[in-house]
């Protein structure tokens, strides 16, 4: 299948060379081209989003924000051949999803909002969660290339319906990442092993893949990202905006953390910092 796909970072770029080592035929765009020439020959590189698309049966992208999305889109949908499925892989707004998903539509195109968890590691070594909106025959269609980059693969429903659950996926872990955080920085201020303090965490009921991927990189300040304070405080800020009349709290505090630690110069750092919110005292 001749597949594009834009956004080949951290993320992307695992999950193109998944779909070309199955065998597709990938055409990927960057916007820094030299990400996207490094990967050549298993995916063959272009310099603009018309030229990448041109022959895509399918068309991926995974970028850094909705105003990107909306920026990759409004190409997208003019220029890409009718019959075209397009799937958004970006944690974006619902409501944008929806608008696009109503753009495409009118120009021929079946557009999927799939929005993914699970981090690098994830995209690494394809077992990420991918969490679907749209039409669930153009899902159906898609569903043999997420199986590619994903173990789990759930429809949710209508468009917009992805990005939703992944709103709500990122609130769990809100509470989980501050959770660690402050369980750690309680047993340190109590004088506790922390490493002891970690193994009882990952060893019980308090156990979790936030606990056992960033428990111990923020015993030892190692904040390399994973994923990145920036982005994860973008899905902080989208669950607000479209939370409605709904009061969360644990959001609305890890959203202030978050903003702290950008405003102290982490936001190119992995979202394990948030314990130098607490250890800076920030609050």
């Not at 025959?137 to 590619?148: A, E, I, R």
Request: charged share 20%.
């Amino acid at each position: 299948m001749n597949i594009a796909f834009i956004g080949l970072g951290v993320m992307g770029k695992p999950m193109a060379l998944h779909l070309s080592d199955a065998g597709h035929q990938i055409h990927g765009f960057n916007r820094t081209f030299e990400k996207a020439k490094a990967l050549e020959p298993r995916i063959k590189a272009f310099s603009s989003i018309e030229s990448c698309i041109k022959d895509a049966e399918v068309i991926f992208s995974i970028v850094g924000y909705p105003s990107d999305v909306k920026e990759v889109y409004d190409i997208v949908i003019e220029k890409a051949k009718k019959g075209t499925i397009i799937v958004d892989m970006t944690t974006s707004s619902p409501t944008l999803a929806i608008d696009l998903y109503q753009k495409a539509k009118l120009k021929g195109l079946s557009m999927l909002d799939a929005p993914v968890t699970g981090g690098d590691l994830g995209a690494i070594n394809g077992t990420l969660s991918i969490m679907v909106g749209g039409d669930e025959d153009s899902f159906n269609k898609v569903l043999p290339l997420f199986q590619l980059m994903g173990t789990k693969v759930t429809y949710m429903g209508k468009p917009g319906s992805g990005m939703h659950a992944k709103l709500a996926n990122q609130t769990v872990i809100a509470g989980n990442v501050i959770g660690i955080a402050e369980a750690l920085v309680y047993a340190r201020e109590k004088g506790l092993d922390q490493l002891k303090m970690l193994s009882v965490i990952t060893g019980g009921s308090a156990n979790s893949w936030q606990a056992q991927v960033n428990g111990l990189k923020m015993i030892n300040h190692d904040y390399k990202p994973g994923f990145f304070v920036k982005h994860y405080l973008k899905d902080l800020k989208l669950v607000l905006e479209e939370k409605g009349s709904l009061k969360l709290e644990v959001v609305e505090k890890v959203e202030r953390a978050y903003q702290l630690l950008s405003d102290h110069g982490f936001s190119e750092e992995g979202t394990q910092s948030i314990i130098e919110y607490y250890l800076q005292k920030m609050m």
